[in-house]
Structure formats: structure tokens, C-alpha cells
């Protein structure tokens, strides 16, 4: 069990988790839907490994925010281009200040930690998906994803969710905590 306080540690917890369920991930199952109904696999490993990069351009201007290739899935091997992205995004969020002041992420500004946290979630909840598309275990460090769901309910409210986040779903309060994560952005756990 994690039991650590450092965002940034937590984050390389939640990079590992997400690289185990990705390098699970065979050429025949990229186009396996995932709870993200609009994406299949492949979809899901483009997007949560821009993302990375993404959120990683707003901390610091050394990031080119089209850093990853255009179809990150296609390749042999998803997991070491998701792998690359998690590595340059933990540098990024090691260096001195990264977690001071406020980032510009896209069109709103936010205090950096909460892009931390927003970045936790969004890699934990979309490994999720992926394990849920290509049917292997979804479970995790409980405490990694207890923190993961406190950032959740801390950036993402009702009149935030816009097209981002789906409304959230009824779950049991003693469901795992990262199924209670998967259904607060809107998933339905099994």
C-alpha cells in the first residue's frame, strides 16, 4: 500500500500502474471498445499519453506540445511511447517551482497542483479504461486511488463536467476506490 504525501511521487505510482495495464495491451485489441464510448483502445492510449504531454507543456515551455506521434497506439509498442511521455512528465514535474503559482492550460488557469492532481486522475481513470477494454484486472493500490478521487472531487463538480467528464453514477460508498473513481467520472464499473 502507498501511504506517501509527495503529489509527484503519487503521480510516478499512478504512471507505473497505468504502464503495467498498457504493456498488456496486444496489437488485436486496439480496436476494443472501453467505457469511454466514443474511443476504442488505440483512442484511449493516444489520448491519455497527449495529455500527458499536454498538461506537461502548460508547467514549463520546454515541452513541445506535439511531442507524441499522431497515432501513439498504432505502434508495436504502446507502452513504451506512453512510458516516454510519463518519464519527461515526472522530470517536468521534479524541477524546482513546478508546483508554485498557477499554469495556463489551454484556455483556463489553474494553481499547478491542481493540474497535478488533474493529471493523476485522468492517466489513473483512463488506465482504467484500458483494463476494462482488454478485459485484465483493473484493481489498484487503494490509498494511489483514494487520492486520486479526492483530486477528482476537488477539480470536478457538477457545473465543471461539461463535455470533459461524464455525470457522475451511483456506486456502493464500500465499492473499491477506484471503481468509486471510475463512477464519479461518469464509468459503470461491473
Do not use: K
Request: aromatic share 6%.
Amino acid at each position: 500500500m502507498t501511504h506517501t504525501t509527495d503529489p509527484v511521487a503519487l503521480l510516478e505510482r499512478i504512471y507505473q500502474h497505468a504502464d503495467s495495464i498498457l504493456s498488456q495491451i496486444s496489437p488485436d485489441q486496439y480496436e476494443l471498445p472501453t467505457p469511454c464510448t466514443q474511443w476504442n483502445v488505440r483512442d484511449v492510449v493516444d489520448h491519455v499519453t497527449g495529455s500527458i504531454y499536454f498538461m506537461a507543456s502548460a508547467v514549463t515551455e520546454d515541452v513541445p506540445q506535439a511531442a507524441p506521434p499522431a497515432d501513439v497506439a498504432a505502434t508495436e509498442q504502446p507502452a513504451e511511447r506512453f512510458r516516454a511521455a510519463a518519464d519527461l512528465s515526472l522530470s517536468v514535474w521534479r524541477s524546482p517551482g513546478a508546483l508554485e503559482g498557477s499554469v495556463r492550460l489551454g484556455p483556463v488557469e489553474m494553481p499547478a497542483q491542481a493540474l497535478l492532481g488533474l493529471n493523476q486522475f485522468e492517466v489513473l481513470t483512463h488506465a482504467w479504461d484500458v483494463a476494462e477494454g482488454i478485459g485484465v484486472d483493473r484493481s489498484m493500490d487503494p490509498a494511489v486511488a483514494e487520492a486520486a478521487l479526492a483530486a477528482a472531487h476537488m477539480i470536478v463538480s457538477d457545473e465543471t463536467r461539461g463535455d470533459r467528464f461524464a455525470p457522475s453514477v451511483e456506486i456502493a460508498d464500500d465499492a473499491p476506490a477506484h471503481d468509486r473513481l471510475a463512477a464519479f467520472l461518469g464509468r459503470r464499473p461491473a
